[in-house]
Nanobody
Framework: QVQLVESGGGLVQTGGSLTLSCAAT????????LGWFRQAPGEDREFVTA????????SYADSVKGRFTISKDNAKNTVYLQMNSLKPEDTAVYYC???????????????????WGQGTQVTVSS
C-alpha cells in the first residue's frame, strides 16, 4: 500500500517558481507511475504531468510543457514538480497520485491512479 504526502505549496507571484514534493512510503515504486494532478475552484481535476518510475518516461499536459518539470529521487522515494513561469491560471490544489503498471497511453487518465495524497495549495497572484 502506497502512502503519498505532498509538500511545498504556497503563494507566489506571476512569473515566479515553486517546487512541490511528494514523498512515498509503504511500497517500492519500481512498478508505479507517479503523477501530479490539479483542481482549481469550480473545475474538474486535471492531469499535469507523470513519470514512470522504472524507465523515467514522462508525460506533460500541453498547458505546462516548457514550464513544469517532473523528476524523482530513488533514494528518497520522492517525486518533485518544479514549476517555473507560474501564471494565475496555475492556481489550484495540486495532488500527487500513484498508479501501478501503467502503459504510456494511460498516464494522463485519473481513473488509473489508485493512491492519492491529500493535496497542497498553490496560489499564483497577478
Amino acid at each position: 500500500q502506497v502512502q503519498l504526502v505532498e509538500s511545498g505549496g504556497g503563494l507566489v507571484q506571476t512569473g515566479g517558481s515553486l517546487t512541490l514534493s511528494c514523498a512515498a512510503t509503504g511500497s517500492t515504486l519500481r512498478d508505479y507511475t507517479l503523477g501530479w494532478f490539479r483542481q482549481a475552484p469550480g473545475e474538474d481535476r486535471e492531469f499535469v504531468t507523470a513519470i514512470r518510475w522504472r524507465d523515467r518516461y514522462t508525460s506533460y499536459a500541453d498547458s505546462v510543457k516548457g514550464r513544469f518539470t517532473i523528476s524523482k529521487d530513488n533514494a528518497k522515494n520522492t517525486v518533485y514538480l518544479q514549476m517555473n513561469s507560474l501564471k494565475p491560471e496555475d492556481t489550484a490544489v495540486y495532488y500527487c497520485a500513484a498508479a501501478p503498471r501503467l502503459i504510456v497511453s494511460s498516464l494522463p487518465y485519473e481513473r488509473h491512479y489508485t493512491h492519492w495524497g491529500q493535496g497542497t495549495q498553490v496560489t499564483v497572484s497577478s
